[in-house]
């Protein structure tokens, strides 16, 4: 298991998940020219679902991820988010990334902007918000995740766990509704993963539906509701949490666990 710690009791059945679904993927494929990366996915999410997504390098779980905003397009089966399909239409791609949030493993943050600037810069391009508005809810976000005293600084004079926070609160400007998080923390030092993790537990405490890849199976066991194991491209085993890890029942789970835990 992790060492990280989530030091607080954290009620996951509180945690109200809805019947509406968010996202719904069926049969899904995906290849890279020849190369099939992923295998017939079918995944319905539903709002305020907190799932993990584990499995070993190369299964393909980055890839799932990026198909749903289509940072990757699928090949076969179909994608619908809130709705909405996700076809080579720009418009609906457009619709569908306005409503989901991505943090991955390198921040990303852009390294000649603020944090501020950071924060303010795609609601301003991207939905016209005025300055001053943007400027006000970037500010709230970065007192969210704890570090609203950065604002006026560059990325590389923050650490790693504040960087990836700002990732978080620039994501989080955007009113995602979904947030998808690809190893937030695989890049970070022991000491930073719990802050990271802690602002993710919060999220998900706010019902926030998440999606998120990631081998913090403390985390997992804390806040989701579903975990979901990849494997060459598939989804092999699928189910609750203390299930999940008391009793996998695939024998490429059970081999993952035992390395990790
Ligand atoms: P994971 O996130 O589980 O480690 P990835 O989704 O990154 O897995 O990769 C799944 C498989 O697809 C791996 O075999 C990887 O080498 C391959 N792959 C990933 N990106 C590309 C790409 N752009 N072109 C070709 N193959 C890729
Ligand atoms: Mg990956």
């Not at 099939?36 to 305020?48: A, F, N, P």
């Not at 198909?67 to 994608?79: A, K, P, S, T």
């Not at 306005?98 to 852009?110: D, K, R, V, W």
Request: aromatic share 6%; charged share 25%; hydrophobic share 40%.
């Amino acid at each position: 298991m992790s060492a990280t710690a989530i030091d607080r009791d954290i009620d996951n059945s509180q945690m109200h998940v809805s019947e509406e679904v968010v996202i719904e993927i069926e049969k899904m494929s995906k290849f890279y020219g020849a190369f099939q990366v992923l295998h017939d996915i079918d995944l319905q999410v539903r709002r305020g679902e907190r799932i993990v997504i584990c499995g070993p390098s190369g299964s393909g779980k980055s890839t799932l991820i990026r198909c749903l905003n289509r940072l990757e397009e699928h090949q076969e089966g179909r994608i619908v988010i809130d709705g909405v399909e996700l076809t080579s239409d720009l418009k609906n791609i457009d619709k569908v990334r306005s409503e989901i949030g991505m943090c991955f493993q390198h921040f990303n943050l852009f390294p000649h902007l603020t944090i501020l600037e950071n924060c303010t810069l795609a609601p301003m391009l991207a939905r016209q918000t005025p300055r001053e508005e943007a400027e006000a809810t970037a500010m709230r976000f970065l007192e969210k995740v704890k570090i609203p005293d950065q604002a006026g600084k560059y990325p590389g004079q923050l650490s790693g766990g504040q960087q990836q926070r700002v990732a978080i609160a620039r994501a989080l400007c955007m009113k995602p509704r979904i947030m998808l998080f690809d190893e937030p923390t695989s890049a970070l030092d022991p000491e930073m993963i719990k802050e990271v993790l802690d602002t993710m537990v919060e999220l998900a405490e706010e019902g926030m539906t998440m999606l998120c890849v990631t081998h913090e199976m403390g985390f997992a066991q804390a806040v989701a509701n579903r975990v979901i194991f990849m494997d060459q491209g598939r989804i092999v085993e699928e189910n609750g949490p203390s299930a999940f890890f008391n009793n996998p029942q695939n024998e490429r789970t059970q081999a993952f666990l035992s390395q990790i835990i």
